[in-house]
């Protein structure tokens, strides 16, 4: 144990909580940081034209991201279509019939998913979609995202259904209602909120993902048809933009950088009020 | 909008169950005999859609492997421990990858881990609730910051930082290995204050949890004995908390060693091993990122997929190691208990 005079160990114990004290303010300071010095450079950069124009080639000046917003946008709806079911459904099995050999390795499976860095998933995409189609495509950026957000949507489900009492089943089912009844009318719609919320949270996460993009999804300084063309999209257009030697190019990667910051911390804070204060519930809170 | 509904209906539901209840004797609406067929369709779907997950990932890796076939035969294990990359003459070792994500990873957890176990003692031991939940809720925020993000402000922010204040350092010091110039600003320490920044919230987030789990009857004990509040968090609330707090170093780990885009933009994309830490290096993300769209040769794809393969069996162990460490906290705990 500590030896010394009290008073010593007093200011010992002075000086530790001062230094985490410090840690504490480093660490939220650098996230005022980020965000005031992002608001500043992208807030100066942000015009109207930047929502609704197309890039325009180096050294003319102007320009937007239109068809990167749109093909966020669609990217989103994709990985949502691939990710969500398999995610969503795969947690109700673990939480409702999870039990033997088949639900250990899910969850296991769900792990590893969750921990493979993104740019491998890119890697495996590109080889299982690209390569058999010969061509980038919307279509293969949104597999590559959804692959992202099956495991964060599987444990969401999984936990909050778990949360969903017992006496709520048994009332169910002593009522006469079949299983897979009870599941879909009560246990579901009890935990909602936190699945929904999940959804919202990983939905956020995948927004900014951008190196499973670069071999799926590619990139595009057109409008992308359908979805088998090659798309842009925020994240990939804020990489390739920062790294170039343009003083245009880098304001807009700024101003895409604000948008997309915007966007996925509004969805984090969304899904933050609706898990706790209980968006749209009157007496649950 | 489409959730709306079905949210409020969730919301009284749950809340009103017991009304729910006297609601029931009316007819079922699903017949007098409820069918076995619903039940089983309905658990065989969520079955599919279960063992998918596992489908998938098992998919990947071999993917992985199949498609680094032809890599893992020209170069057998020593892809592991060769420093050559040349693309034009088809020769291919991974090791100057392999070094850059170590080296920044461990540059990274060198700042993150004091900063973030600091922060999160300060938010779990020394603050009240009233402060320490919406410091917290700020910097949870930090996890979602796109990593794209991050890279931008590291080359317009951090470079020029480290350029101006790297300069001066390695022309005093730079004698020693470590520290030796030029300094370019892009480099290996850049890309590890970058990656520690990154980290630090998950720290944070994960330890201030497992801080908070450690049961009151501990600190009074230790406080009823005499010792002051550092003291009690030193000798008591840390090491009650260990392997928890490791789980969430490990699981910062895992992160740092995957993360592509924030390196990739300030670490310079060199492969070589140099002891400096300011010299311009690679990491196994980054060259994935840099060069699998332009490889042209079969073989040259194949190592780039190689390399992803190494990759994905690092994570695989990291995590796992995460994991065992906060299961072993958890079962730990409940035996106490």
């Known amino acids: 144990m500590t030896r010394g005079s009290y008073r010593r160990r007093l200011l010992v114990e002075r000086l530790m909580f001062g230094a985490t004290i410090v840690?504490?303010?480093?660490?939220?300071?650098?996230?005022?940081?980020?965000?005031?010095?992002?608001?500043?450079?992208?807030?100066?950069?942000?015009?109207?034209?930047?929502?609704?124009?197309?890039?325009?080639?180096v050294g003319e000046a102007g320009g937007g991201m239109a068809n990167a917003i749109v093909g966020s946008a669609k990217l989103l709806v994709a990985a949502a279509l691939v990710g969500t079911p398999i995610g969503f459904l795969g947690g109700v099995y673990l939480a409702e019939y999870g039990r033997g050999p088949v639900t250990s390795s899910v969850r296991f499976a769900a792990d590893v998913l969750n921990g493979v860095p993104s740019?491998?998933?890119?890697?495996?995409?590109?080889?299982?979609?690209?390569?058999?189609?010969?061509?980038?495509?919307t279509l293969a950026g949104g597999v590559a995202l959804g692959l992202i957000?099956?495991?964060?949507?599987?444990?969401?489900?999984?936990?909050?259904?778990?949360?969903?009492?017992?006496?709520l089943r048994e009332a169910s089912l002593a009522l006469g209602a079949p299983q897979w009844v009870t599941i879909v009318r009560v246990v579901i719609p009890a935990g909602l909120r936190g699945i929904v919320a999940g959804i919202l949270l990983s939905l956020a996460r995948v927004a900014g993902e951008t190196a499973p993009l670069l071999f799926t999804a590619f990139s595009n300084r057109y409008w992308?048809?359908?979805?088998?063309?090659?798309?842009?999209?925020?994240?990939?257009?804020?990489?390739?933009?920062?790294?170039?030697?343009?003083?245009?190019?880098?304001?807009?990667?700024?101003?895409?950088?604000?948008?997309?910051?915007?966007?996925?911390?509004?969805?984090?804070?969304l899904a933050r009020l609706v898990l706790r204060r209980g968006i749209a519930l009157g007496r649950a809170s | 909008m489409l959730q709306r509904p079905a949210v409020r209906d969730a919301g009284t539901r749950s809340t009103?169950?017991?009304?729910?209840?006297?609601?029931?004797?009316?007819?079922s609406p699903y017949g007098r005999r409820p069918s076995r067929f619903a039940d089983v369709t309905f658990r065989g779907a969520a079955f599919t859609f279960a063992l998918s997950v596992f489908v998938i990932t098992a998919t990947i890796g071999v993917e992985l492997w199949t498609q680094s076939a032809q890599a893992r035969a020209a170069f057998g294990w020593s892809f592991l421990w060769t420093s050559v990359w040349d693309p034009v003459e088809l020769h291919f070792g991974a090791l100057p990858f392999i070094y850059g994500t170590l080296v920044t990873s461990l540059i990274a957890l060198a700042i993150a881990v004091p900063f973030g176990i600091g922060a999160a003692v300060c938010l779990a031991e020394l603050l009240p609730p009233s402060i320490?939940?919406?410091?917290?809720?700020?910097?949870?925020?930090?996890?979602?910051?796109?990593?794209?993000?991050?890279?931008?402000?590291?080359?317009?922010?951090?470079?020029?930082?480290?350029?101006?204040?790297?300069?001066?350092?390695s022309d005093v010091l730079g004698w020693i290995p470590l520290l030796a110039g030029p300094v370019y600003g892009i480099g290996l320490l850049t890309a590890g204050i970058l990656l520690s920044v990154m980290i630090v919230p998950f720290i944070v987030a994960i330890s201030r949890e497992v801080l908070l789990a450690v049961?009151?009857?501990?600190?009074?004990?230790?406080?009823?004995?005499?010792?002051?509040?550092?003291?009690?968090?030193?000798?008591?609330?840390?090491?009650?908390?260990?392997?928890?707090?490791?789980?969430?170093?490990?699981?910062?780990?895992?992160?740092?060693?995957?993360?592509?885009?924030?390196?990739?933009?300030?670490?310079?994309?060199?492969?070589?091993?140099?002891?400096?830490?300011?010299?311009?290096?690679?990491?196994?993300?980054?060259?994935?990122?840099?060069?699998?769209?332009?490889?042209?040769?079969?073989?040259?794809?194949?190592?780039?997929?190689?390399?992803?393969?190494?990759?994905?069996?690092?994570?695989?162990?990291?995590?796992?190691?995460?994991r065992l460490m906060i299961a072993g906290m958890r079962t730990g705990r409940s035996a106490m208990a």
């Open chain 1, 23 to 57: 840690a504490a303010a480093g660490t939220l300071s650098v996230l005022f940081f980020l965000l005031g010095y992002i608001a500043y450079q992208g807030g100066s950069s942000l015009s109207l034209s930047f929502f609704t124009h197309l890039p325009t080639p």
């Open chain 1, 119 to 137: 740019i491998v998933l890119g890697v495996t995409v590109y080889g299982l979609i690209v390569l058999p189609a010969g061509h980038f495509s």
């Open chain 1, 149 to 167: 957000m099956i495991p964060v949507t599987l444990r969401a489900t999984e936990e909050f259904l778990r949360l969903v009492p017992d006496s």
């Open chain 1, 224 to 269: 992308s048809e359908g979805w088998l063309q090659p798309t842009a999209s925020l994240p990939v257009m804020i990489f390739t933009y920062a790294i170039a030697p343009y003083d245009d190019w880098h304001r807009q990667a700024w101003a895409a950088a604000l948008t997309l910051l915007a966007l996925v911390l509004g969805a984090n804070v």
């Open chain 2, 16 to 27: 009103v169950s017991p009304r729910g209840a006297q609601r029931a004797p009316r007819p």
């Open chain 2, 132 to 169: 320490a939940d919406p410091a917290t809720f700020l910097i949870e925020l930090l996890v979602a910051v796109p990593s794209v993000v991050y890279g931008l402000v590291g080359v317009f922010v951090l470079v020029p930082i480290v350029r101006t204040l790297g300069g001066p350092v």
């Open chain 2, 215 to 322: 049961p009151q009857s501990q600190r009074d004990a230790s406080l009823a004995l005499g010792a002051t509040r550092w003291e009690t968090v030193w000798h008591v609330v840390l090491p009650y908390a260990r392997s928890g707090i490791v789980g969430s170093i490990i699981l910062a780990l895992a992160r740092a060693l995957g993360e592509t885009m924030a390196v990739t933009m300030v670490i310079g994309n060199r492969p070589q091993i140099v002891a400096s830490l300011f010299a311009p290096a690679y990491s196994m993300a980054a060259v994935i990122a840099n060069e699998f769209a332009e490889a042209t040769s079969k073989l040259y794809v194949s190592a780039l997929i190689e390399v992803a393969l190494v990759l994905f069996g690092i994570t695989i162990v990291v995590n796992a190691l995460a």
